[in-house]
């Protein structure tokens, strides 16, 4: 239906909308919009085993909201209702094209870059969450769960497939894996997870975490680090 001759077509909202998250990229002014933020559940086979999981199952996802996103940098408020906030340093991919069922062949073709990320995670709501059948979201998709460091363009990094990822607290190492240790890489994470949903530019994946994952306190620093994209550090705040 085409409006009226002269008639404002600008749209009202009853609330203020939602400003789109971003993460910085690195080297540039620019910005990488936030969509949607998937999560590889239990990617490593010794952080699955650590869980109590078989390695090799399929892969499955959860998700974050876009606006759960903190920067690398900025102090992550200790969230309420937990009294054991883990950290998991993960490897961010970041769509630049999207797509629906697309090959693992292509997959690394939909990737504009990858950056460095802590799932945080309410570890104690989680397993009440596991033992009850019920869904994760409250433990993994609260306010500043999802610190992100800037984004890397592939034209700067290429693919990264393997190499060290680390993460610290209070400069005493607690993870210490290789990218290569993934069982599901990420070609095949991208292939699968297009089967479900159709992916689109802004999208982002965390594509799991290794072992050693464990606790935070107040007042800690956690670093996260990957071999070729830097090392974030984030100081975790006073209990809310």
């Given amino acids: 239906m085409v409006p009226p001759k002269g008639k404002d077509t600008r749209m009202s909202f009853v609330v203020p909308p939602l400003e789109t998250p971003s993460l910085a990229v690195a080297g540039s ?24 999981n078989d390695d090799r199952e399929p892969p499955f996802f959860f998700t974050k909201p876009a606006d759960a996103v903190i920067a690398g940098g900025e102090t992550a408020p200790y969230p309420p209702q937990t009294e054991d906030l883990h950290y998991e340093a993960e490897l961010v991919v970041a769509i630049g094209t999207g797509g629906r069922d697309i090959p693992e062949a292509q997959a690394l073709e939909h990737v504009w870059g990858y950056a460095l990320g802590n799932d945080l995670t309410r570890r104690d709501l989680q397993a009440v969450a596991k033992k009850m059948g019920r869904p994760w979201d409250l433990a993994k998709g609260f306010d500043s769960s999802a610190v992100l460091g800037p984004v890397h363009p592939v034209a700067e990094v290429g693919h990264p497939a393997r190499g060290s990822i680390r993460s610290s607290v209070n400069g005493e190492v607690r993870q210490d894996g290789d990218l290569s240790e993934m069982i599901w890489s990420v070609p095949e994470v991208i292939a699968f997870l297009s089967q479900s949903v159709a992916l689109r530019p802004g999208d982002l994946v965390m594509t799991g975490t290794p072992a050693g994952v464990g606790k935070l306190e107040p007042g800690d620093d956690c670093t996260v680090e990957i071999e070729g994209l830097g090392r974030m550090v984030t100081p975790i705040g006073p209990r809310s």
């Fill in 29 to 52: 002014e620019d910005r990488f919009p936030v969509r949607r933020i998937f999560c590889v559940g239990r990617n490593y086979a010794a952080h699955a085993r650590e869980m109590g």
